[in-house]
């Protein structure tokens, strides 16, 4: 199993632009979170998916931010506009409903740096 | 307000210097202690899941104990290859929520 692919690995953008993160969830797992992960703050939960229906977005930080799970082998994070203050590192994270988020497989992250 | 504090912030050791890592939590209605790996450029790693205050779990050169009010990851004989961040949460029943703290940054020298 390959296990949680997200990508790009890197992104560096304008202040301004609109960004897009994307993560392929382990075959079989109906679960998916999306975290952001700082030095201040630690790894924060930004919303979560059950069987590509969104159940909790209360972490997701203002309207800028964004999240679709289209199918169960895809979903997107999009920041429109980004701003310098939304530099971190965007985690996925899947895992079998029932099982515990706690032990969810994470991607390698996507670190993004607006400049 | 649930909160999840980790120290020290980072720890370096000799290899072979056993010590421990400390995660202090409180929290409304605790599900769960947890905690995590993570290596550089990687995402977290799940080591172990503690319920109640008195269990204790082990693999390999680490284990993890619970008390009420705090967890400690103790690393015995450590080696290079242990270094990385060790990372705790807590899941609130209260709030339906796994708090992380900031992580502990392990360096072990050879």
């Known amino acids: 199993d390959a296990g949680v692919i997200q990508s790009p690995r890197h992104e560096v953008t304008e202040m301004g632009q609109e960004v897009t993160l994307r993560c392929k969830p382990i075959?079989?797992?109906?679960?998916l979170f999306w975290y952001r992960q700082t030095m201040m703050r630690g790894l924060e939960l930004l919303i979560y998916?059950?069987?590509?229906?969104?159940?909790?977005d209360s972490g997701m930080p203002e309207d800028r931010f964004s999240a679709k799970m289209p199918n169960a082998s895809f979903s997107t994070l999009k920041i429109q506009p980004s701003e310098p203050r939304d530099s971190a590192v965007y985690f996925c994270a899947s895992t079998i409903q029932g099982r515990g988020r706690a032990e969810a497989f994470f991607g390698q992250g996507t670190r993004l740096t607006v400049v | 307000e649930d909160q999840v504090t980790q120290s020290p912030e980072a720890l370096r050791l000799q290899e072979g210097e056993s010590s421990s890592l400390n995660c202090s939590y409180t929290?409304?209605?605790?599900?769960?202690l947890f905690w995590y790996r993570q290596d550089p450029g990687k995402g977290p790693e799940f080591l172990f899941t503690l319920y109640s205050a008195g269990e204790e779990k082990e693999k390999e050169r680490l284990k993890a104990t619970l008390t009420k009010k705090e967890s400690f990851l103790h690393i015995t004989a450590p080696k290079p290859e242990d270094s990385a961040t060790y990372l705790c949460?807590?899941?609130?029943?209260?709030?339906?929520?796994?708090?992380f703290g900031t992580g502990t940054l392990l360096a072990v020298q050879p």
């Open positions: 949460a807590v899941f609130s029943g209260a709030t339906n929520k796994l708090i």
């Open positions: 998916f059950n069987n590509n229906v969104p159940i909790d």
């Open positions: 929290v409304s209605g605790l599900r769960g």
């Open positions: 075959s079989g797992h109906n679960s």
